[in-house]
């Protein structure tokens, strides 16, 4: 088999941080599907040659879709990519009304694996997938799986391993009927990847102050902080600080903060530690240890986006700070991306 035969539509692929790196791996990503149209313009002028099709996956028919791509039923060399963007199933605190539709996008994606019957099947997600098989749909997921005759592995991964430079903790999925030589990529030997590695005057990001608007699609942008805010920021401790010292300040610190809150909130990175998880409110402070290790701001649009691993010359489309910060949050990094379709073509290439 040539590594160009196999083909892949990525389901829920917002910005096209999986499609990118699938796309480095050698993978021919025909097409992305996302209901956001603000992803539209991001995912094609990066990805030149796969489409963007704005589609809801309830509303989606796997017959439209196999209209609209020309896709074949049991193609063996079709991947189908579901990297739903599920808040629901996530440890971190979300609007649990506001994200209850997605905890069903594992399901709606069956649909289109039960129909195609492709060769590969790939899902990422976080790990509260895992956790709660039964309810989250993984059970019957991969049940269905098994009864069509795939082998399925899964195992719940930290990107870090992985050549990403923060703590990410992930659930992985790799089916395929075609093959049994798959075999997860190997971790990465010697030191993994931390905050100095890539951020930093010497990995070329300049320093700006909070508040600074890059005008140019590098988007090396910060948001604006509060003379309250930047006090606070300003006393703590580089390199790793927390929010501690201010926090029972009768004029810095606040109620909640003497309690037992998030302690990461108002911190530091530290520069030689990986990131914490890049969130899609990584832009916000007061969302986690989301402060530059020694500038007086929260870390810019692009230097979430690096951390992602996104490269530097991908470049993000969107009307607000949020929009752009919702598609790095939400996005698979590329280079876990990468190893996972390599590791694909070479079960594919023996």
Known sequence: ????????VDFFCSGGGMTNGMRQAGIDVIAGIDFDPDCKKTYEKNNMGSKFILSDVFQLTPQELEKKLRLTKNDDNLLLIGCSPCQYWS????????????KDLLKEFQRFVNYFNPGYVVVENVPGVASRQAESGLTNFIKELENKGYKVKQKIVNLNDYGVPQTRKRFSLV???????????????GKKPDVKDVLGVHNGFEKIPAGHKDKTKRNHSASKLSDKNLKRLKGTPKNGGNAFWWRND??????????NGFKDN??????????????TKFFSISNG????????RAISIREGATLQTFPKRYYFYSNSIQGV?????????????????????KSANP
């Not at 088999?1 to 892949?8: E, H, L, P, V």
């Not at 989301?290 to 500038?295: L, V």
């Not at 910060?325 to 073509?345: D, F, Q």
């Open 1 to 8: 088999m040539k590594t160009s035969q196999i083909k892949a």
């Open 91 to 102: 440890i971190i605190q979300t609007n649990k009304n506001k994200s209850e539709q997605s």
């Open 175 to 189: 089916a395929t009927r075609v093959n049994e030589n798959f075999v997860f990529p190997h971790k990465k030997k």
């Open 250 to 259: 009768t004029i810095l610190g606040r109620d909640r903060y003497r309690g």
């Open 266 to 279: 108002y911190s530091r990175m530290s520069w030689d530690k990986p990131a914490p998880t890049i969130t």
């Open 289 to 296: 240890r989301f402060a530059h290790p020694e500038e007086h």
């Open 325 to 345: 910060a919702r598609m790095i949050g939400n996005a698979v990094p590329p280079e876990y991306a990468r190893r996972i379709g390599k590791a694909i073509l």
